[in-house]
């Protein structure tokens, strides 16, 4: 069974760009959610998605954005990047969020904003 | 707010000894935590939960340990590896209205094990 894919893995953005991360879940998962991580912050969470709907959002600006498909498969947007914004994005699926909250992650998208 | 919270960033243990995590958490209706583990250049991975109606939880050489009076929970690792040096985060879950959970993380805490 094919685990979490994020793409891509790494990419370098200047300032005031945006830019599109893509997850495919393992297969028969429908939740996926979108965490950064960066050093000594840990892994803040951005966003759930569940049947294409965001069912929780965590407090981040309205910059990041994301949307699920009808096939479980998740992006994330973030416009107007910012300095701050160079993190590891991980993607993590689970088979519908409502267990007790084993996640499985990909192997994240290292962005960095010049 | 961090309502997870891992006060260490590192810890360096010598092989074949205790390596003991610890992670505090200020929500009381936090109702499940888990430990993952995450190498360079790798997702996290699940190592190990408890429930909050268990005060205990072992697998093989990893238990982790639940003080809900304290909000404290701990990870022991018996004998340390060296391929147990990684960084380990703690994560904490409560159940939302709809019935799904969402994960809370701590900063993590980066263990060495050395010869």
């Known amino acids: 069974k094919a685990g979490v894919t994020q793409t891509p893995r790494y990419l370098i953005k200047t300032r005031g760009q945006q830019v599109t991360l893509s997850c495919s879940p393992i297969?028969?998962?429908?939740?996926v959610s979108w965490y950064q991580q960066t050093p000594g912050q840990g892994l803040q969470f951005l966003f759930e998605?569940?049947?294409?709907?965001?069912?929780n959002k965590g407090n981040f600006p309205g910059r990041f954005s994301g949307r699920q498909f009808s096939n479980s498969r998740s992006e994330m947007n973030v416009s107007t990047l910012e300095l701050g914004d160079s993190a590891l994005y991980l993607c993590?699926?689970?088979?519908?969020?409502?267990?007790?909250?084993?996640?499985?992650f990909g192997e994240g998208s290292r962005l960095t904003v010049l | 707010d961090q309502q997870v919270k891992q006060n260490s960033p590192s810890l360096s243990v010598q092989e074949g000894r205790i390596s003991i995590l610890n992670c505090d958490y200020t929500?009381?209706?936090?109702?499940?935590f888990l430990w993952y583990k995450k190498y360079p250049a790798e997702g996290p991975t699940f190592l190990i939960s408890?429930?909050?109606?268990?005060d205990k939880n072992e697998d093989g050489r990893f238990t982790v340990f639940l003080n809900k009076s304290a909000k404290h929970l701990s990870l022991h690792i018996v004998p340390s590896q060296p391929g147990d040096s990684a960084v380990y985060f703690c994560?904490?879950?409560?159940?939302?209205?709809?019935?799904?959970?969402?994960?809370?993380f701590g900063a993590g805490t980066r263990l060495a094990v050395h010869p």
């Open positions: 929500n009381s209706m936090f109702d499940y």
């Open positions: 408890i429930s909050s109606i268990k």
């Open positions: 297969s028969g998962h429908r939740s």
């Open positions: 994560a904490a879950s409560f159940s939302l209205s709809g019935g799904y959970n969402k994960l809370i």
């Open positions: 998605y569940f049947s294409e709907t965001q069912r």
């Open positions: 993590a699926s689970s088979q519908s969020g409502g267990d007790t909250g084993e996640l499985f």
